[in-house]
């Protein structure tokens, strides 16, 4: 079973950036997709932004133009977030996807507050 590793997390003022990291013990292109999801308190896990083995990418609209998902050789996809809002603070989640099967990291908080 693949292991996923999230990184990156931590405290930024609104307006500011951070980059997520996930790191996967084997090459991500054996799933159909990598994404990232988050789940805010008292809230359900929502999609933040995926990106098929083809290199297709989708993003919520909450936060089109300020979130990019990339990857980096067969291992690493990252979640680079710029114009951070206080409303992005939750818990990011690194997932991979195989048919019906998903795959979770253990999380990376984010927190975005004055």
Do not use: H
């Not at 805010?40 to 995926?50: D, N, P, T, Y």
């Amino acid at each position: 079973q693949v292991q996923l590793v999230e990184s990156g997390g931590g405290l930024v003022q609104p307006g500011g950036s951070l980059r997520l990291s996930c790191a996967a013990s084997e090459s991500i292109f054996n799933f159909n997709a990598m994404g990232w999801y988050r789940q805010a308190s008292g809230k359900q896990r929502e999609l933040v932004a995926s990106i098929t083995v083809g290199g297709s990418t989708n993003y919520a609209d909450s936060v089109k133009g300020r979130f990019t998902i990339s990857r980096e050789g067969a291992n690493l996809v990252f979640l680079q977030m710029n114009n951070l809002e206080p409303e992005d603070t939750a818990v990011y989640y690194c997932n991979a996807c195989l048919l019906s099967r998903n795959y979770w990291g253990q999380g990376a908080q984010v927190a975005v507050s004055s």
